[in-house]
């Protein structure tokens, strides 16, 4: 099991950037999938990046794509979502999520895949 801790979250304009990091707790990190999902108020939870457990492939929702930068540093436990260019539309509690049997490629994507959630960091970005 593993338990997962974000933060970095704030209230910024737009056109600024941010970085989110998660923390997670044991020694296996590197046997785990993560991901960072998001959800805005009165919208279901939607996904956000992917990284695949050497951090070799990353996966983008299209609409942050060329803006977020996902990574990891396996050595620190940690998973990081670097946001650039951030818009009023970005504003949403941001969730970091783990999983060991993600496998295929379509399976990055979906929040059903993932079994183990943080406790979310609010970001709010005004006009």
């Known amino acids: 099991q593993v338990q997962l801790v974000e933060s970095g979250g704030g209230l910024v304009q737009a056109g600024a950037s941010l970085r989110l990091s998660c923390v997670a707790s044991?020694?296996?990190?590197?046997?785990?999938?993560m991901g960072w999902f998001r959800q805005a108020p009165g919208k279901e939870r939607e996904f956000v990046a992917a990284?695949?457990?050497?951090?070799?492939?990353?996966y983008y929702a299209d609409s942050v794509k060329g803006r977020f930068t996902i990574s990891r540093d396996n050595a620190k436990n940690t998973v990081y979502l670097q946001m650039n260019s951030l818009k009023p539309e970005d504003t949403a509690v941001y969730y970091c999520?783990?999983?060991?049997?993600?496998?295929?490629?379509?399976?990055?994507?979906?929040?059903?895949?993932?079994?183990?959630w943080g406790q979310g960091t609010q970001v709010t970005v005004s006009s």
């Open positions: 999520a783990a999983d060991r049997e993600v496998y295929r490629s379509s399976d990055y994507y979906s929040q059903y895949e993932y079994d183990y």
């Open positions: 990284i695949s457990r050497p951090g070799i492939s990353t």
């Open positions: 044991g020694r296996t990190f590197s046997s785990y999938v």
